[in-house]
């Protein structure tokens, strides 16, 4: 009876203890962090840390980031930007995981700005934390930068932008990029079939695609479309009902685990065989197939990323660093982290602030900027100058002797593969790309 | 009517952290109003606890809540935060009248896994709404409440909290005089035993059934205020991984008094948003292992420390 009685007491204490400490560090960190000095530039990094697409994309994001904000505080990266820092202040990052849902992120995305007082936020790799976050950004006044996130419906649901920036495309030029290079590869093909995860992207992608079709290859005809659940990861009901209508073409904007393991199933049960593969996130794989997809297999990067990225130095540095520190080549998603992060370089040093340069500096300096990235000269021409313009490329993967590469890369520049400014990009590819420039 | 002890002192509980938070750092304020939101819908989780059922499946009505928000305000015009809230509970308690006259027929798991299929069935028909933006969800309006138009920033996201200050205390109130009331301590013999409250003249169905219906209409409550502070709706809302949370909060806070949840959601949200900030890798796991100390320590959940100490007082 005592011993119990004691016990009961000792639980109390530790766990009262415990709770009280819990809720008193709540109050107390919150200080500390404003009483910081700043010789610092705190910023927050947001990125899949755990769930399905950690693996593919959130994780290789955060390495390429973090190779680059380290090179930035050491100044070893290529000119333009090798001086010491942002705007001489040394990087600071905090890491924080995606996962969790919207209501999560806006919930962390608060907590960022006003608890650990960053200095600007560089993140999301969700179109539902995009849109979620993007209104919050602007209400608390934060330079933000979405730097993968796909949705077009980002900057139309936000009138005139100041805070929030894209240093990528979106899902769009993706799709168109990818109706052009068909027509332009495979015009004989006359079957156009489709598999897509069954929720927003998927269902974004392919109507985006069949619209593109239908305009610059009238002749095909769209045959079927699968919509598996993500993270399905089996395909073989798809698979048959895919093969009976004997595509020549399939279409998939499936990425990640999904989309590997679709092409080594489709692969083995021979869809492949009769089929071209036209994957427009495919490249987040090119150094994972290991010949498990067919040569000729149609790949995309979501830009000038990853395999696609063009011959320069920053691109060369990146590659040689992010190899030799992770043993793979850089992914689309890794260099789209690292193009974000330059931005934030760029508009650091360009403000022309005395120390921590404010949000409004940071925009200023970015909005409509054109800069140097690992993916070449970045034009923010769209969304009013606060999403990048860029080309969108499509070519060949080809396994020989061991190697993965792309063969037959075309280019379409960012003119030809995004809707002009304050048009809506279906009605802009229902009424035939008035406007689109593509040489 | 007199006022009880217990009255008093959630009334006392809720005007102190009213004033607090006019001093509390606007992350703290909006953190605390998603645990208020997160707190109603558990308390839906611990009615039903209370007679013996585990509902894997609360994110039907918290989802059902959030989007009569997010359609409220986008089809129908409606900007009154109230107007908004009242739109949802009144959807939530038609639809839950219906499932009612089914779940409450069925016990222990096979109820668990009828709830989250029917909380599944509207994730579905959300994903497949291209028109509401599938999964990437859509933002809700700016709203205002009895005329007043509290903005954005720091002044909104106060109004929204003593917004759910408000309608969390008078639902607390509520309660506290249900969970004693003769069909309050029905759920509590219900979950005794069924056959002898039949005996004694009592339906057990009508009694699961009012009980299923009023914490549908609390779920949905919490569900309209966490679109209004977060300011997006999204399917995920009813994804079964949400309804475990909030059973998750629910044994953490236990079921012995209707201030549990609203402790249980705030140490939650706390110690969750600590963890990611501190251990971005490995957050889900401390959150892991702080269920598992609450379960080997306190089995009857957080609760229990306060009613020890009376005990060990008197």
Known sequence: ?439 | MKLERTELSLIGVAVAVAILAQFSPNWLVFTLTLAISTALVVMGVVMLMRAGLVSFGQGLFYCLGGYAVGLGGRFLGITDALMLVGLGVGVTVAISMVLGLLVTRYREIFFAMLSLAFSMILYGVLVKSHDLGSTDGFGVVDWSILGYQPGTGESGTRAALLLALVIALAIALFLNRYFKSSLGLACEAIRENEVRVEYMGISRQQVLYINYVIAAAIGSVGGSMTALTAGHVDPTMAYWTISGEFVFIAILGGTGHVAAPFIAALIFTLVRTYAVELAPNAWQMILGIVLLLIILFLPKGIWSLFTRKRRTAS
């Open chain 1, 1 to 439: 009876m005592n011993t119990t009685q004691q016990r009961s007491i000792w639980q109390k204490t530790l766990l009262g203890t415990a709770t009280s400490v819990a809720l008193a560090s709540a109050g107390m960190m919150g200080m500390v962090a404003s009483a910081n000095a700043q010789d610092t530039f705190k910023v927050g990094f947001v990125t899949f840390l755990s769930g399905g697409a950690s693996g593919p994309f959130g994780v290789p994001a955060a390495q390429g980031a973090d190779i680059v904000v380290k090179a930035i505080n050491e100044g070893t990266l290529p000119a333009p930007y090798n001086s010491k820092g942002v705007n001489g202040l040394q990087l600071e990052t905090v890491v924080i995981d995606e996962a969790g849902g919207p209501t999560k992120q806006v919930e962390e995305y608060r907590n960022l700005v006003q608890r650990q007082n960053v200095d600007a936020v560089i993140g999301y790799i969700s179109s539902g934390d995009c849109l979620a976050v993007g209104p919050v950004a602007e209400e608390m006044k934060m330079f933000t930068i979405a730097f993968d996130c796909g949705t077009p419906r980002l900057f139309q649901e936000i009138e005139n932008p100041e805070y929030l920036f894209r240093t990528g495309l979106d899902a769009v030029a993706d799709n168109v990029g990818a109706a052009h290079y068909l027509a332009e590869t495979r015009p004989e093909a006359k079957r156009i079939a489709g598999i897509q995860q069954n929720y927003a992207w998927g269902q974004d992608s392919w109507e985006d695609f069949t619209l593109s079709i239908e305009q610059l290859m009238p002749e095909a005809e769209i045959v079927n479309n699968q919509t598996p659940q993500i993270f399905q990861g089996s395909y073989g009901t798809e698979i048959s009902a895919l093969q009976t209508r004997r595509p020549d073409i399939i279409h998939s904007s499936m990425w990640g685990g999904d989309m590997e393991s679709f092409v080594a199933q489709a692969n083995a049960r021979g869809l492949l065989g009769q089929a071209t593969a036209l994957l427009t996130t495919g490249e987040s794989g090119l150094h994972r197939f290991d010949g498990q997809a067919p040569n000729g297999t149609i790949l995309g990067g979501r830009g000038p990323f990853g395999g696609f990225m063009p011959e320069n130095d920053l691109s060369t540095w990146f590659t040689k660093a992010y190899e030799a520190e992770h043993g793979t080549p850089p992914s689309y998603p890794a260099s789209k982290a690292a193009q974000a992060i330059l931005a934030l370089k760029f508009a650091a040093d360009n403000s022309g602030a005395e120390g921590v340069p404010t949000p409004e500096q940071l925009a200023a300096a970015l909005k409509g900027a054109k800069f140097e990235s690992v993916s070449g000269t970045v034009d923010m021409a769209l969304a009013g100058g606060h999403q990048a313009m860029q080309p969108m490329l499509y070519g060949e993967y080809h396994f020989v002797d061991g190697k993965a590469e792309l063969r037959n890369i075309r280019s379409y520049p960012g003119e030809c593969v995004s809707a002009p400014d304050g048009q809506n990009p279906q009605e802009w590819i229902k009424a035939g790309f008035p406007g689109a420039k593509c040489d």
